[in-house]
């Protein structure tokens, strides 16, 4: 089964800064990936959607790229609510396998 | 508005069973499947599987063929999971999210914790 790989597992970040977290799919994924942000005591929620589509109200600082195997969430001018857990997850085809997560702190 | 509400928190013995329950409103029930994610204290989300809200089959993880069961009440717009002979490693949260693809609605979670 594929195996998605989230890098690195943690983060500290200062306000305004631009942090770049990385998806690695055990093999190519033809763009079927999301990214999910978390926060502790509540749901995910879906901030990009094949890849690069941003999903309705998500802020313009949240930027998906990537292709084939690599995949790339970007945050641009971080703010403090932007702390928490960031997923990726194979999308559209079983098993939906989400990465292991990536945990950003503000500094 | 569209919501998913889960039933409230479940306490169990090892080999007991638990259903947890998830019910959908604002949007139209069998025109989207049903999927659940578990999440153990401190750790990432693990999907489960799926349920076609249409013809009642379901999907399973292949962590989760043995003990798992997912089923509907569509007259209820109702989607359930049942786990039987709990064990310990079982303790999470639970959640039911719509998937049109990826996961654009969630449940708030059900918290099941399995102690002896």
């Known amino acids: 089964n594929i195996v998605m790989t989230q890098s690195p597992k943690s983060m500290s970040i200062s306000v305004g800064d631009r942090v770049t977290m990385n998806c690695r799919a055990s093999?190519?994924?033809?763009?079927?990936i999301a990214w999910y942000q978390q926060k502790p005591g509540k749901s995910p929620k879906v901030l990009i959607y094949?890849?690069?589509n941003r999903y309705t109200g998500v802020p313009d600082r949240f930027t998906g790229s990537g292709s084939g195997t690599d995949y790339t969430l970007t945050i641009n001018s971080v703010q403090a609510e932007d702390a928490a857990f960031y997923y990726c997850?194979?999308?559209?085809?079983?098993?939906?396998?989400f990465g292991g997560g990536t945990k950003l702190e503000l500094k | 508005q569209i919501q998913l509400v889960q039933s409230g928190p479940e306490l169990k013995k090892p080999g007991e069973s638990v259903k947890i329950s998830c019910e959908a409103s604002?949007?139209?029930?069998?025109?989207?499947?049903m999927n659940w994610v578990k999440q153990a204290p401190g750790n990432g989300l693990k999907w489960m599987g799926w349920?076609?809200?249409?013809?009642?089959?379901?999907t399973y993880g292949d962590d989760f063929t043995q003990r798992f069961v997912f089923s509907l009440e569509t007259s209820a717009n109702t989607t359930y999971l049942q786990i039987n002979n709990l064990n310990i490693e079982d303790t999470a949260t639970y959640f039911c999210?719509?998937?049109?693809?990826?996961?654009?609605?969630w449940g708030p979670g059900t918290m099941v914790t399995v102690s002896s």
């Open positions: 999210t719509r998937s049109q693809g990826y996961f654009d609605f």
């Open positions: 604002g949007y139209s029930f069998t025109d989207y499947a």
């Open positions: 349920i076609n809200t249409q013809t009642g089959k379901p």
């Open positions: 093999r190519n994924v033809y763009n079927n």
């Open positions: 094949l890849a690069s």
């Open positions: 997850q194979r999308i559209y085809i079983s098993p939906r396998t």
